[in-house]
Nanobody, 119 residues
């Protein structure tokens, strides 16, 4: 059994910062890519950022220069550092990870955490 547990969402004013965390736990052999997606009301879930085990990261154009995705491989944890937040960043943020478990590889999702950017 593998779980992704997210934390760190909340309400923040425009221009503010938040840091999300996502920790993978369970019978894990290896964690490959980890990433963050978001889904705003009435919209499809879309990629925010993804990072490989080696630290290579890719970002959606809308967040480049404002969000970063550091990772702690020893803790099987990925973060999303969000700076200069805008109202259009308001969404439910989901963590995603590709994990090897007992010889097979699966994609797992976290439960989602709400981020609201509003004055």
């Amino acid at each position: 059994q593998v779980q992704l547990v997210e934390s760190g969402g909340g309400l923040v004013q425009p221009g503010g910062s938040l840091k999300l965390s996502c920790a993978a736990s369970g019978t894990i052999s290896n964690v490959y890519s980890m990433g963050w997606y978001r889904q705003a009301p009435g919209k499809r879930r879309g990629l925010v950022a993804v990072i490989t085990t080696g630290g290579s990261a890719n970002y959606a154009d809308s967040v480049k220069g404002r969000l970063t995705i550091p990772r702690d491989n020893a803790k099987n944890t990925v973060y999303l550092q969000m700076n200069s937040l805008k109202p259009e960043d308001t969404a439910v943020y989901y963590c995603d990870a590709v994990i090897k478990v007992l010889g097979l590889t699966y994609a797992y999702w976290g439960q989602g955490t709400q981020v609201t950017v509003s004055a």
